[in-house]
């Protein structure tokens, strides 16, 4: 019999908050909103924008007293997974129908706590949105509850995924009832996927440069190198170095400054977002033009009882039939082109689901290799999907 999902332990909430998330959404962020969490009663699901571990914790903070489940990836829940699930934490293999977890999402609801939902499935590249799938639009249909949508301005400024330390900055949490109960139940998937897709727009170097926000850290570029990787210069691949608020490539010299509202002086873009964007331009063009390859060293973990085990070393290699894992005892992985439409993945390690198992792969070369197979997976996906 599978066993019902723990419902958020009220006391370790309470715990959490008056030794910890009071004191960090006050000093460290600064959180305000319009306070619409208290006209809302449960149960609801709420979907909310990732930037950081600042949108987490001011999203308890803001829904208090009521306690919430929240979905996550059971990557994020390996260290102190007993008292993590005590907080209300429904686990999911990230990118694929877990069918078990949609039981666990109707049990919460049916005992009127919301569940808080992340739809763009990890974390923000850029302070801007991930991919929204319109599956998420259905999984609201398929419950007939309130939709409510929280968006977070300025929490990947906070601490970009990236970014060494935090700053300190004031985000601000934009709180909306997307669609009450009978919107939901009468309403289109369409639609209801539009308000969610246009409640959740942000850029944060946007609402840096709106609101004047100073953000001028000695580590202020510190760890960016492996989101921008590509020298819009020369084209030069993993050649980028960060020193305080300077960008060089090691390729053809040429440096850029961020001032400190965030804005880009000396080089082809003006922000972070637009040299993302168009390294993600020049991707697709290699991609149609036949030109692309990705072929990169990697040491494997697998996770095992809650810890990760050396799993040896291992090559992943992307093309237009899809990611493929390569590990040194001979073992394969084999991800066709549409299994996944993005990729979970940070400074240093990818992390690819498998039935029966999570693996991570540690890069051994190349800093800013797994943002280049996030982006190459993100769009041999919109091709399979005729975009």
């Given at each position: 019999m599978r066993k019902k999902p723990v419902l958020a332990n009220r006391l370790l909430i309470e715990g959490a908050l008056t030794f910890y998330g009071n004191r960090y959404v006050k000093k460290k962020i600064n959180l305000f909103s319009d306070g619409e969490f208290s006209r809302i009663q449960p149960p609801y699901i709420v979907l909310a924008n990732h930037c950081s571990f600042a949108d987490v914790a001011g999203l308890i903070k803001l829904m208090h007293?009521?306690?919430?489940?929240?979905?996550?990836?059971?990557?994020?829940?390996v260290?102190?997974?007993?008292?993590?699930?005590?907080?209300?934490?429904?686990?999911?293999?990230?990118?694929?129908?877990?069918?078990?977890?949609?039981?666990?999402?109707?049990?919460?609801?049916?005992?009127?706590?919301?569940v808080v939902i992340y739809p763009e499935a990890k974390l923000s590249v850029t302070g801007t949105p991930n991919m929204i799938k319109p599956s998420v639009a259905k999984l609201v249909k398929m419950?007939?509850?309130?939709?409510?949508?929280v968006c977070f301005h300025g929490s990947y400024l906070h601490r970009p995924r990236w970014a060494k330390s935090s700053r300190y900055v004031p985000v601000m949490a934009e709180i909306k009832v997307a669609a009450d109960e009978e919107e939901v139940k009468t309403l289109s998937v369409q639609e209801i996927y539009r308000r969610i897709v246009q409640n959740l727009q942000y850029d944060d170097y946007a609402y840096q440069r709106r609101n004047q926000i100073k953000i001028f850290p000695p580590d202020l570029l510190d760890g960016i190198q492996n989101v921008l990787y590509k020298c819009p210069c020369c084209g030069a691949?993993?050649?980028?170095?960060?020193?305080?608020?300077?960008?060089?490539?090691?390729?053809?010299?040429?440096?850029?400054?961020?001032?400190?509202?965030?804005v880009l002086h000396g080089g082809k873009f003006c922000s972070v977002t637009t040299w993302y964007e168009w390294q993600k331009k020049q991707l697709r063009r290699e991609i149609e033009e036949g030109k692309f390859c990705y072929d990169h060293a990697f040491a494997a973990q697998k996770l095992v009882k809650g810890k990760y085990r050396d799993a040896g070393a291992a090559r992943i290699k992307q093309d237009g039939a899809g990611t493929h894992v390569l590990f040194e005892s001979g073992e394969r992985l084999e991800y066709p082109v549409g299994t996944f439409?993005?990729?979970?993945?940070?400074?240093?390690?990818?992390?690819?689901?498998?039935?029966?198992?999570?693996?991570?792969?540690?890069?051994?070369d190349s800093v800013g290799c797994t943002t280049k197979l996030n982006i190459a997976i993100e769009q041999y996906a919109l091709i399979a999907e005729g975009h």
């Open positions: 007293p009521v306690c919430a489940n929240f979905v996550a990836s059971e990557t994020q829940i260290q102190w997974p007993k008292l993590i699930m005590q907080m209300g934490i429904l686990p999911k293999k990230q990118f694929t129908v877990d069918m078990s977890l949609l039981s666990s999402i109707k049990y919460c609801l049916q005992n009127k706590r919301p419950f007939k509850v309130p939709l409510v949508t691949e993993f050649r980028i170095s960060a020193q305080w608020n300077k960008l060089s490539c090691k390729a053809c010299g040429e440096t850029v400054h961020m001032d400190e509202y965030g439409y993005t990729l979970s993945f940070n400074n240093d390690y990818v992390f690819l689901p498998t039935a029966e198992a999570v693996y991570r792969f540690k890069r051994v």
